[in-house]
């Protein structure tokens, strides 16, 4: 009994050695050598500052009116905390029939259509008025995008097809080329823009 004890107490042991402190460290390291930005969470740096991350989406809507900030594509809802939350990453758990939801939704879909110009019976792509399901998804399909080009290329007086090619060029596609749908990155291609064509200062006295 007692030599099966010191057998399976040894077990314990090593395995806990083995693959709780040799196998991350060992991965940990050979990520650092082989993936440095990834290891670290796809972290955005401007000058010297960490604004995000490339994997964690971002809100460009405004808190108060629910529009659009002007010049900026629109991301995804969250339903994570208050937003794009890390530390609170779920969906909403509302169901399809469920009221508190369509009616969200649809005021989405009116805002989206007003910001945009667009007419009642234009189709909203439904990832522009849902959450994904861990509510830090920074990408939106390509037809999103593309919905938004007149807008913004409009709001930073820029072509639109500067802005079309930005959108393409921030485009992911299916991982390994079959899993998956491709998106764009809503974060990056914002900041895109931002170094390609700043927004125009307000003068004083613009609303």
């Known amino acids: 009994m007692l030599k099966q004890l010191r057998t399976a107490a040894l077990m314990i042991v090593v395995l806990t050695v083995l693959t709780g402190l040799a196998y991350?460290?060992?991965?940990?390291?050979i990520a650092q050598v082989l993936f440095p930005d990834k290891a670290d969470g796809s972290l955005i740096r401007r000058n010297g500052q960490v604004i995000g991350s490339g994997?964690?989406?971002?809100?460009?809507v405004d808190a108060d009116s629910g529009r659009v900030l002007p010049g900026y594509f629109?991301?995804?809802?969250?339903?994570?905390?208050?937003g794009y939350d890390a530390a609170l990453s779920s969906g909403s758990n509302l169901?399809?029939?469920?009221?508190?939801?369509?009616?969200?939704?649809?005021?989405?879909?009116?805002?989206?259509?007003?910001?945009?110009?667009l007419a009642t019976d234009v189709e909203i792509p439904v990832d522009l008025v849902t959450a994904s399901g861990s509510g830090l998804d920074p990408h939106i399909s390509p037809a999103s995008a593309t919905l938004q080009?007149?807008?913004?290329?409009?709001?930073?007086?820029?072509?639109e097809d500067q802005v079309t090619d930005l959108v393409e060029q921030h485009t992911d596609g299916r991982t390994l080329g079959v899993l998956?749908?491709?998106?764009?990155?809503?974060?990056?291609?914002n900041l895109a823009l931002d170094e390609l064509q700043p927004m125009p200062a307000k003068r004083s006295g613009d609303a």
């Open 24 to 29: 991350p460290i060992a991965m940990t390291g």
């Open 74 to 82: 629109r991301s995804r809802p969250s339903a994570a905390g208050d």
């Open 95 to 117: 169901g399809p029939t469920n009221q508190e939801l369509l009616d969200r939704v649809a005021a989405d879909v009116a805002t989206i259509r007003d910001e945009n110009g």
């Open 55 to 60: 994997l964690i989406g971002q809100s460009f």
């Open 180 to 189: 998956g749908e491709p998106g764009v990155n809503v974060v990056m291609l």
């Open 149 to 159: 080009v007149p807008r913004v290329a409009r709001e930073r007086g820029m072509g």
